[in-house]
Nanobody, 121 residues
Framework: QVQLVESGGGLVQAGGSLRLSCAAS????????MGWYRQAPGKERDLVARITSADSTNYADSVKGRFTISRVNAKNTVYLQMNSLKPEDTGVYYC???????????????WGQGTQVTVSS
């Protein structure tokens, strides 16, 4: 089985910064795309940022220039550096990864348990 474990959420004032981490563990042959999604209260879960195994990235328009996604392939870990945070960035942040398990020839998508980020005004 594969698990994604997130850390780094919390409460921060507007204009502040947080760094989220997500580590994939288990019977992993390869991790392809990794990403972060956000779900605000009463809203759907939306993509925040995504990164391929070749470090190609894409971001939601609302976070461009403020958030940076990165990864360390040797650790199967993805990070989200969040700067200049705004109250509208508040929500539960979920890590997502496309993983090829050991002995498998295809990819499955896995999700972390979510970490709360609250930005006060």
């Amino acid at each position: 089985q594969v698990q994604l474990v997130e850390s780094g959420g919390g409460l921060v004032q507007a204009g502040g910064s947080l760094r989220l981490s997500c580590a994939a563990s288990g019977s992993i042959r390869r991790v392809n795309n990794m990403g972060w999604y956000r779900q605000a209260p009463g809203k759907e879960r939306d993509l925040v940022a995504r990164i391929t195994s070749a470090d190609s990235t894409n971001y939601a328009d609302s976070v461009k220039g403020r958030f940076t996604i990165s990864r360390v392939n040797a650790k199967n870990t993805v990070y989200l550096q969040m700067n200049s945070l705004k109250p509208e960035d508040t929500g539960v942040y979920y890590c997502n990864a496309d993983v090829v398990r050991s002995g498998s020839g295809y990819s499955d998508t896995y999700w972390g348990q979510g970490t709360q980020v609250t930005v006060s005004s």
